[in-house]
């Protein structure tokens, strides 16, 4: 949800809001990945299992604020607010049992991913046209 509140918030020239000073730390996982560890776990006989879906890599919230001003060639203002209760600082997936159990392995990077983000925003919400 953070990468289409950034999208949206550069090309409606308005602030992404930011709980925390940004230096917090999550583990984001394109769509086209989580899918497909579904359809994954649904075709293996797992009994009970808990298994982590992620890209297996943990940035910034800022790094991600800065890949997409270089995406869309705009600023982006970033307005910090207080970290709400009980966040954690960093989420990060750890693949090894999707990988062991599954098969499965991320394909998208995140620069791909905001860049395949943006490309749909701009195909699907033309009023929201990045600058």
Known sequence: MFIQRLLTAAATD???QIYGDGTQR???TYVDDAVAATIAAATVPLSNSVLNVG?????RLTEVV????RLVDHPIVMETLPAANGDVHATWANL???RRMLNWAPTMNLSEG???QLAWLQTHKPALQVM
């Open 26 to 28: 999550r583990d984001f």
């Open 114 to 116: 905001v860049a395949a």
């Open 96 to 98: 090894s049992a999707a």
């Open 66 to 69: 800065d890949q997409a001003r």
């Open 55 to 59: 890209s297996g890599r943990s940035v």
């Open 14 to 16: 308005r602030p992404i």
